[in-house]
């Protein structure tokens, strides 16, 4: 035989439900909300490291001396960071270009092109950037001038204090 | 709607059935003790989707393990809930394998025909408590690194073969990055396969053999209790 078939009420007015009914409902109910509460924090578990943007992981990156830049030809520079992912910390390397045309005002440009991430490499006779993956290049400022990059190179903020040039980040896009 | 989709996979897989012999199979009329084994199952069900979901940022190195649980508990969304789910769990998941089978035992529920859910139900618990213990060494902290020092050097009480069920335990003389991963081996993969191999058994034979009806006490002392084979 089946259990519950009988039917209850469960108080004045209201109607009718079958044991089974009532119990089956309850039951989905319930698993429903176990799933509920339990799938909206495995879905942030599992996004939580996404949201982690890279920094520069320091406040400012010290480069030198401005006097040492040569002026009017983009020069690369590199600079090694502490840079935290996850639970590992690791020395990386960073390199930028930095370009002045005056030993005053400077810019720094990332080395990575901005099509699919290989480094870019100042060729002076041709007085662009260029990219070996995909031939793209970039003017001395850091604008496309050929090939499918979507976008100029990424641009970092500077600051000179003391004669000393600092990064201080990078300038969002 | 819904009846239409069930409609239209049932034409199509005649699954029904199998949905009766499981979901509305028919049981004698039972308390709540009966329902300390799928407590169990439940846990059980809690401790696989949150070991899951732990293995996606653990890594099982002497240099990584403890970064990578305090990475989880302190910097992951809800890494804390997850971490405390399985932690928790697996306490919960051994006191009601042992209250189940308090009820088994009180009912005198592993008699004839029931006897190999019994067994796989002793092997269960068995598999249970191997799983505390790997898994306790995981976050390679102090206190799980003595533990597990402590709790492998008994083995070498064992007559004859106790120094090598040590050596093999810890896969060497001590404690090692060796015994994190063949701790973590069997965590993760030798004793779930063994579960789900035992637990498709015992559950087979609840369904199959259904469940005993609770004894009743006897009228008089000289007849003995009733003993009731089938429910
Ligand atoms: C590791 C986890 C275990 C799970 C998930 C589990 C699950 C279940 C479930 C859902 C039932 C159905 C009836 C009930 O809940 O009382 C059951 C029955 C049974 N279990 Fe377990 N069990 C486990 C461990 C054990 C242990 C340690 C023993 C004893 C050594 C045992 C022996 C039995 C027996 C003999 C039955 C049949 C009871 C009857 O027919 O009345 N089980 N088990
Ligand atoms: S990656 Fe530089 S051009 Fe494609």
């Given amino acids: 035989m089946v259990h519950g078939e009988e039917q209850w009420t469960s108080g004045a007015g209201m109607a009718k439900m079958s044991r089974r009914t009532f119990l089956s409902r309850a039951t989905t109910t319930m698993v429903g909300g176990i799933g509920a509460l339990m799938g909206i924090p495995t879905v942030a578990y599992l996004v939580s490291p996404a949201k982690a943007r890279g920094g520069l992981g320091v406040d400012r990156l010290p480069l030198g001396p401005i006097s040492k830049f040569p002026v009017g030809e983009p020069t690369l520079f590199k600079a090694a960071i502490e840079r935290k992912t996850g639970w590992v910390t690791q020395t990386e390397e960073l390199a930028f270009y930095v370009f002045t045309e005056d030993g005053r005002n400077f810019s720094a440009m990332s080395n990575i092109c901005t099509h699919l991430g290989c480094r870019v490499r100042w060729i002076t006779d041709d007085e662009q950037f260029f990219c070996p993956c995909h031939s793209a290049t970039f003017n001395k400022n850091g604008t496309v001038a050929s090939g499918p990059p979507p976008r100029a190179l990424d641009q970092f903020e500077l600051l000179v204090e003391d004669e000393q040039l600092f990064v201080v980040g990078k300038v969002e896009a | 709607m819904i009846e239409k989709i069930d409609l239209w996979f049932e034409e199509r897989m005649g699954w029904r059935p199998i949905w009766k012999a499981l979901a509305l199979r028919n049981i004698p009329k039972v308390t709540w003790a009966y329902t300390l084994g799928s407590a169990t199952l439940l846990v059980m069900v809690n401790q696989i989707l949150t070991g899951i979901l732990l293995t996606i940022y653990y890594v099982p190195s002497p240099q990584d393990a403890y970064n990578s649980v305090s990475f989880i508990t302190n910097e992951i969304t ?11 769990g697996a ?10 089978m308090i009820r088994v035992v009180v009912h005198g529920a592993y008699k004839f025909p029931r006897e190999v859910t019994w067994f796989t139900g002793l092997g269960l618990l068995a598999v249970t408590m191997a799983f505390g213990f790997t898994g306790y060494l995981l976050p390679w902290d102090q206190k799980a690194y003595w533990a597990t020092t402590v709790g492998t050097r008994m083995l070498e009480v064992v007559p004859v073969i106790g120094p090598w069920l040590l050596r093999f335990a810890r896969g060497g003389e001590e404690l090692s990055a060796v015994t994190l991963t063949r701790f973590y081996g069997m965590h993760i993969w030798v004793l779930p396969a063994l579960l789900m191999l035992l637990i498709g058994i015992h559950m087979f034979l609840v369904v ?7 004894p009743k006490a006897s009228e008089t002392e000289e007849e003995g209790p009733e003993l009731e084979v089938e429910a």
């Avoid at chain 2, 809800?78 to 928790?88: F, S, T, V």
């Avoid at chain 2, 919960?92 to 189940?100: C, E, P, Y």
């Avoid at chain 2, 199959?208 to 609770?214: C, T």
């Fill in chain 2, 78 to 88: 809800a890494g804390w809930l997850i971490r405390g789910l399985h932690h928790w």
């Fill in chain 2, 91 to 100: 306490s919960a998941m051994v006191i009601l394998a042992g209250l189940h």
């Fill in chain 2, 208 to 214: 199959r053999i259904g469940i005993s009806a609770p």
